[in-house]
């Protein structure tokens, strides 16, 4: 492990992971949680340690067409879970190979279609992950969380130039979705990843 502060926060997350692998069965994980908590950060970690598929709900950007005024009212809706349950969630359920394409947001087209093949750890990694829509499928779900400050600063390293349009528009899209669908309390595991990287 390439830090023993990383190891002590993820413990429980290696213990459960480790627990589900002992069950003859396919496993399904979401990490969802706050912009800048780490939600990639950890999906990379597991698949370094884990034989393990990782998806990423970026790739199910709302498309253009959909972007409608009562869609974003919705809370978690500014993503395309629908097609996103359908591509990926369905075929790993039923162990069928994954045929999904991503979604190009800043082009606002369709990547050409991908093809994966199940394995018994399958991981989700992204904000809106824990939809209701989707939340059934999963074996473990993990929520991130990060001290406001911290996350304004971990957002202008990674994303300087589109630091106001997280904070006018993605952040409190994000925000809501968390509170009024109760993300953090309907989590198996919560951790908090302010002082990881310090």
Excluded at 11 to 39: H, M, N, P, W, Y
Excluded at 144 to 164: D, S, T, V
Excluded at 184 to 194: N, R, W
Aim: hydrophobic letters at 35%; a negative charge; proline letters at 4%.
């Amino acid at each position: 492990m390439e830090d023993k502060r990383v190891e002590a926060c993820y413990k429980q997350v290696f213990d459960r992971i480790d627990e589900l692998l002992g069950k003859d069965k396919t496993i399904i994980i979401a990490i969802d949680g706050k912009c800048g908590s780490g939600k990639s950060y950890l999906a990379e970690l597991l698949a370094k340690i884990y034989d393990c598929n990782v998806f990423h709900m970026d790739d199910y950007f709302l498309p253009l067409e959909m972007k409608t005024n009562e869609r974003l009212a919705e809370p978690g809706g500014n993503v395309h879970y629908e097609r996103f349950k359908e591509e990926v969630l369905e075929p790993l359920c039923e162990n069928r190979t994954v045929i999904y394409r991503p979604y190009l947001c800043g082009a606002w087209r369709f990547d050409e279609p991908r093809s994966v093949e199940p394995k018994r750890l399958n991981i989700i990694e992204g904000s809106y992950s824990m939809h209701p829509f989707l939340r059934g499928a999963y074996d473990l779900t993990i929520y991130l969380e990060l001290e406001e400050e911290e996350q304004i600063k971990r957002i202008a390293q990674r994303n300087g130039e589109n630091l106001q349009q997280f904070l006018s528009l993605w952040i409190p899209l994000e925000n809501k979705y968390f509170s009024e669908l109760n993300i953090k309390g309907l989590s198996d595991i919560a951790l908090d990843t302010t002082r990881l990287f310090n």
